[in-house]
């Protein structure tokens, strides 16, 4: 009778240890190797009844869907609740209206086909220099001035 009492009581204690599973301290710790061993930074995991929550933020939207999959990967996980933001792109400074100003010359330049100019803007002002054709002159003048600069000073060869 003690031996079927110990059995019955040993097969009780081990289901109730298997039906417990990892705690969810455990778990979080389990999850937040996984992402190290991943080599994903940024986030941040907490585990509440199996459920894992990521927060932090991220390089893009690969780094965020790759610690969602890591995560996802870590037995006991039941759930993954990604609340990972992105860091958001760096907006490009426009060009300056000096550099705006010397684009539009050289591409009027190059539409008439002339070259051998040197086109540099300061502050508003246009310095042509280079040799150019005496025919071409003209017109090269012509379309430093269409850009409305403040000032042109043709140092041109002829």
Do not use: H, W, Y
Request: charged share 25%.
């Amino acid at each position: 009778m003690r031996v079927k009492f110990f059995t019955v009581l040993m097969l009780a204690v081990a289901l109730f240890m298997s039906a417990c599973g990892k705690s969810d301290a455990d778990l979080q710790k389990a999850a937040t190797d996984k992402l190290a061993a991943d080599k994903v930074t940024g986030v941040t995991v907490v585990v509440k009844d199996g459920v894992a929550t990521l927060t932090g933020e991220v390089a893009d939207i690969t780094v965020k869907t790759k610690a969602e999959a890591s995560v996802k990967g870590v037995e006991g996980i039941k759930s993954v609740t990604n609340n990972c933001t992105t860091k958001p792109l760096p907006t490009p400074e426009p060009p300056s209206p000096d550099k705006m100003l010397e684009g539009t010359i050289n591409e009027g330049l190059k539409k008439k086909n002339i070259s051998g100019v040197t086109v540099v803007v300061k502050d508003g002002e246009v310095t042509l220099s280079g040799t150019v054709d005496k025919a071409k002159v003209a017109e090269v003048m012509m379309v430093a001035n269409e850009s409305k600069p403040k000032k042109v000073i043709n140092n041109l060869n002829k």
